[in-house]
């Protein structure tokens, strides 16, 4: 089973808007990772937060963590065209040491013009 | 900037061939990983290394062989491919030097097996 789920699966919103993606997980994690994915390309890291953060920003994104409850939250705020995309959390659980990434089946992000 | 490269972008195989992807990494990192990543399923490890000759089982291991006799070329084969591998294969790089380090990815290569 996925370590990482997002949720929603699909966003789609207009330019100016924020968009938030949530992941939630189910072990115990050394850090929580996001990713980009334009669409047939690879993906392209955006923040690591580890499991004694509780925020982070970046640019216009926000990452937050909530051990807890096992869930991690991604804000883009006021998105653009081009932040148009799949986005991805992956955790790197305290079992699989820091090598295993575990990847969810990601959020598409349409931003409209 | 950190350069993982692939070495095609498509490729189309024939059921029964013995199937070769080659990454090169530029970062001198330790660490390099294959996954396979499919609609609704994410990504999924196939193998990593953590060094030269070094090689461990990923989660989807069944049907693939890894090779890595220099520390920047990690290969992936598909000892006899079947359609059940056509898929994005990609391939990723990370630093060992610290444990919360990103993966660095290439563009991928989408391969279909016929």
């Known amino acids: 089973s996925q370590q990482g789920e997002e949720d929603p699966q699909a966003l789609s919103i207009q330019e100016g808007e924020n968009a938030t993606m949530n992941c939630s997980y189910k072990?115990?994690?050394?850090?929580l990772q996001w990713y980009r994915q334009n669409s047939g390309r690879g993906l392209v890291h955006l923040i690591l937060?580890?499991?004694?953060?509780r925020e982070k920003h970046s640019g216009r994104l926000r990452v937050t963590l909530d051990t807890s409850k096992k869930s991690s939250s991604l804000l883009i705020t006021a998105s653009r065209a081009a932040d148009t995309a799949s986005y991805f959390c992956?955790?790197?659980?305290?079992?699989?040491?820091?090598?295993?990434?575990?990847f969810g089946a990601g959020t598409r992000l349409a931003v409209h013009p | 900037d950190v350069k993982v490269t692939q070495s095609s972008r498509y490729l189309v195989k024939r059921t029964g061939e013995k199937v070769f992807l080659e990454c090169v990494q530029d970062?001198?990192?330790?660490?390099m990983f294959w996954y396979r990543q499919d609609p609704g399923l994410g990504l999924r490890l196939i193998y990593f290394?953590?060094?030269?000759?070094?090689?461990e089982k990923g989660d989807i291991p069944e049907g693939y062989s890894v090779s890595r006799e220099k520390k920047e070329r990690f290969s992936l084969i598909l000892e006899s491919a079947s359609t059940n591998q056509t898929s994005m294969y990609l391939c990723?790089?990370?630093?060992?030097?610290?444990?919360?380090?990103?993966?660095?990815f290439g563009d991928g290569t989408r391969l279909s097996i016929l």
């Open positions: 992956a955790t790197a659980p305290i079992s699989g040491g820091y090598n295993k990434l575990i």
């Open positions: 072990t115990s994690i050394n850090n």
């Open positions: 937060i580890r499991s004694n953060e």
């Open positions: 970062m001198d990192h330790e660490n």
């Open positions: 290394s953590y060094d030269v000759k070094m090689k």
């Open positions: 990723a790089g990370r630093r060992q030097a610290s444990g919360n380090q990103p993966q660095h």
